[in-house]
T-cell receptor, first 116, second 113 residues
């Protein structure tokens, strides 16, 4: 079945440091890939997505490139801020998962803390 | 624009009591709807999904049930809560025809004592 593996946290960085959160996936079909962010006490917000190989999703200074050859979708940001402190989830949606359901498969999440 | 609401925001219930959590979506028709649970320190577990009124699929056999009495309303229920039902419950919707992107509500924090 489908699966998503993302780097174990927690990750602690100083403000303006570079961020990379690794994410790799296994899927039988042609998945779309997502990064969601969860701020403390809140629901998940879509951060960015990519729907096919070599697509780059970007938002709020974050980027991730869909790499089919390495089955990866690593999240990067060149300069993090304190306000980026949150839990980040990598996920995939497999169009071939059956019918019109489009179930999401999530990684376990990575807690990022950015210190001033 | 579309919005998704969940209530209550927080809930503290004794073991053995019933549960009803509600989720509603505005600004769209015939969405797919999803219930997830996030236990402390863990990822998200898909509990139920629905592709239409009265159509419920269960992902994990457990103490919970779901219903969809109206197009944009999704309810999570239990007859008797267990301690293990504590967690953060998230509702999500997806536009159909699908864009394959799910959008999440603000969540309900349930504590069972």
């Amino acid at each position: 079945g489908d699966s998503v593996t993302q780097m174990e946290g927690p990750v602690t960085l100083s403000e303006e440091a570079c961020l990379t959160i690794n994410c790799t996936y296994t899927a039988t079909g042609y998945p779309s890939l997502f990064w969601y962010v969860q701020y403390p006490g809140e629901g998940l917000q879509l951060l960015l997505k990519a729907t096919k190989a070599d697509d780059k999703g970007s938002n709020k200074g974050f980027e991730a490139t869909y790499r089919k050859e390495t089955t990866s979708f690593h999240l990067e940001k060149g300069s993090v801020q304190v306000s980026d402190s949150a839990v980040y989830f990598c996920a995939l949606s497999d169009r071939n998962s059956g019918g019109s359901n489009y179930k999401l498969t999530f990684g376990k999440g990575t807690l990022l803390t950015v210190n001033p | 624009s579309q919005t998704i609401h969940q209530w209550p925001a927080t809930l503290v219930q004794p073991v053995g009591s019933p549960l009803s959590l509600e989720c509603t979506v505005e600004g769209t028709s015939n969405p797919n709807l999803y219930w997830y649970r996030q236990a402390a320190g863990r990822g998200l577990q898909l509990l139920f999904y629905s592709v239409g009124i009265g159509q419920i699929s269960s992902e994990v056999p457990q103490n919970l049930s779901a219903s969809r009495p109206q197009d944009r309303q999704f309810i999570l229920s239990s007859k008797k809560l267990l301690l293990s039902d504590s967690g953060f419950y998230l509702c999500a919707w997806m536009r159909i025809p699908s864009t394959d992107t799910q959008y999440f509500g603000p969540g309900t924090r349930l504590t069972v004592l």
